[in-house]
């Protein structure tokens, strides 16, 4: 398993160790230890499972204050251009983001700590997305930023006439206007 620190620190992709016979393949997704041997404790408390078509846009996304949440992404059926951008005030890299491909073939993982937004936008057919989470579902907290923003100015790599969104998705504020963190 690899760990490699993106240029946002804190942001990690995580490469696992796939293990291929004539049945198909073995690999271990997640190991705590070694885990927060790179990153650092983590107490993950909850798994998330999506499916989305082609050009579904989910994001950008976080919940805020206290129930902020850190989360380690990966894609199981499909391909997603997954985005994390760091909304932390104090931050060298404040509005700074970190877009990995992140596919079943290629079984890459994305932690994207607290105190980010994050948000992928589905380049396959069908994607099946999955994820852990430190912190629980708190609707009363969530919050969202608008995935085209100016001034984040995220290249999602695919056309905007492309792009699927939800209602509350197709309204998220500016980062100029959004909740931040300090
Ligand atoms: C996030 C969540 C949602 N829900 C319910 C609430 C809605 O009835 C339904 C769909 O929720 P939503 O449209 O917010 O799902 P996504 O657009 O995939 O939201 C996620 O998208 C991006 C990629 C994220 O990083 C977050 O994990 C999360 O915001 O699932 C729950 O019951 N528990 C949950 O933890």
Do not use: C
């Not at 073995?26 to 050009?55: A, C, L, P």
């Amino acid at each position: 398993m690899k760990f490699i620190e993106q240029n946002i620190q804190g942001v990690w992709v995580i490469e696992p160790s796939v293990f291929s016979d004539d049945r198909g393949y073995f690999m271990e997704s997640f190991r705590q230890s070694e885990f927060e041997k790179f990153v650092g404790k983590t107490n993950f408390i909850q798994d998330n499972e999506s499916k989305s078509s082609r050009g579904v846009l989910r994001g950008l996304h976080y919940q805020t204050g206290e129930h902020a949440q850190a989360k380690l992404v990966r894609v199981v059926q499909g391909s997603v251009l997954d985005v994390a951008v760091d909304i932390r005030k104090s931050s060298p890299t404040f509005g700074k983001y970190v877009a990995v491909e992140l596919t079943a073939e290629n079984k890459k993982q994305l932690f994207v700590p607290r105190g980010f937004a994050h948000g992928f936008v589905v380049l396959s057919d069908i994607a099946i997305f999955t994820y852990k989470i430190d912190n629980i579902y708190a609707p009363n907290h969530e919050a969202s930023i608008i995935w085209s923003d100016p001034t984040i100015a995220i290249d999602w790599g695919i056309s905007e006439d492309e792009i699927l969104l939800s209602g509350k998705d197709k309204t998220g504020k500016l980062l100029t206007e959004a909740i931040l963190f300090e």
